[in-house]
């Protein structure tokens, strides 16, 4: 089993900064992607950003340069470091590890980005 703890979020003015973190643990295997994925309300959850083990990143269009995925293995955290917010960022924001076939989840924390 996995668990998933995020911290990070909150409440900020367009234009501005905030940063998540993510730490995993139970039974964490190599080759993982841990990543992030948003909800918005009355909108389907999707994919943020991602980065494998070995540092590979991908990244949803809307946030490419301004958001950045980061890892440290050896804490089996992901990191999101948002900047130039928008109120279109604004969802609750939920950490993913995947593992083989398994994919687990964090509680998500709530982004809200204010005009």
């Known amino acids: 089993q996995v668990q998933l703890v995020e911290s990070g979020g909150g409440l900020v003015q367009a234009g501005g900064s905030l940063s998540l973190s993510c730490a995993a643990s139970?039974?964490?295997?190599?080759?993982?992607?841990m990543g992030w994925y948003r909800q918005a309300p009355g909108k389907q959850r999707e994919l943020v950003a991602t980065?494998?083990?070995?540092?590979?990143?991908n990244y949803q269009d809307s946030v490419k340069g301004r958001f950045t995925v980061s890892r440290d293995n050896a804490k089996n955290t992901v990191y999101l470091q948002m900047n130039s917010l928008k109120p279109e960022d604004t969802a609750v924001y939920y950490c993913?590890?995947?593992?083989?076939?398994?994919?687990?989840w964090g509680q998500g924390t709530q982004v809200t980005v204010s005009s």
């Open positions: 993913n590890i995947r593992i083989r076939f398994s994919n687990y």
């Open positions: 980065i494998t083990s070995g540092g590979s990143t």
């Open positions: 139970g039974s964490i295997f190599s080759g993982n992607v």
